[in-house]
T-cell receptor, first 118, second 117 residues
């Protein structure tokens, strides 16, 4: 457990409305990510952040924006939701360090937010 | 460009049978490879990872994977399936973005494993 929470966990909204999803982490990790998961596509990267106010686009960023004003929070906004954005959204952090004699650099995932756009 | 292909979107095995989930990768540099498992309505959990230390990697829950460079494969196996292994499994390759000092994961499409009595 890397101390990652996502809110809300479930949301149903209508086409054209703005939606903001929140990812919160408690362990001061620098790197954070937003993915979407769709059947047949695995997880695809939407946006990522490499520090406060430092963000960049992933492979499926159209229609999404992000903000990171504090280390612990990474927000994903759908400015005007569309049905094609119905998906499960996962936040992740990248953690690195040493464990015994070995080093690690891994991504840990939050529990996900299921978003339905009607 | 780095990519991952998982062969078979659905695999069904009997309880006690061998589990084999296939993953092939494409990478221009020595890859770091991962297998994640997702149980229903949950997030992704790391099963195991290959980071060039050893070609046979052991993970949690009795799973292991073997890195074969000549075949560009990283297949996941378990000698004896258990009902609790029913889940979706994702293979991923890590892409390092040197200019930003961070890494990204490229995922395969996933394989859903069903275990029947």
């Amino acid at each position: 457990d890397a101390g990652i929470t996502q809110s809300p966990r479930h949301k149903v909204t209508e086409t054209g409305t703005p939606v903001t999803l929140r990812c919160h982490q408690t362990e001061n990790h620098r790197y954070m990510y937003w993915y979407r998961q769709d059947p047949g596509h695995g997880l695809r990267l939407i946006h990522y952040s490499y520090g406060v106010k430092d963000t960049d686009k992933g492979e499926v960023s159209d229609g999404y924006s992000v903000s990171r004003s504090k280390t612990e929070d990474f927000l994903l906004t759908l400015e005007s939701a569309t049905s094609s954005q119905t998906s499960v959204y996962f936040c992740a952090i990248s953690a690195s360090g040493t464990s015994g004699f070995s080093s690690y650099n891994e991504q840990f995932f939050g529990p996900g937010t299921r978003l339905t756009v009607l | 460009a780095q990519s991952v292909t998982q062969l078979g979107s659905h695999v069904s095995v009997s309880e006690g049978a061998l589990v084999l989930l296939r993953c092939n990768y494409s990478s221009s540099v020595p890859p770091y490879l991962f297998w994640y498992v997702q149980y229903p309505n949950q997030g992704l959990q790391l099963l195991l990872k290959y980071t060039s230390a050893a070609t046979l990697v052991k993970g949690i829950n009795g799973f292991e994977a073997e890195f074969k460079k000549s075949e560009t494969s990283f297949h996941l196996t378990k000698p004896s399936a258990h009902m609790s292994d029913a889940a979706e499994y994702f293979c991923a390759v890590r892409l390092i973005v040197f200019s930003g000092g961070y890494n990204k994961l490229i995922f395969g499409a996933g394989t859903r494993l069903a275990v029947h009595p």
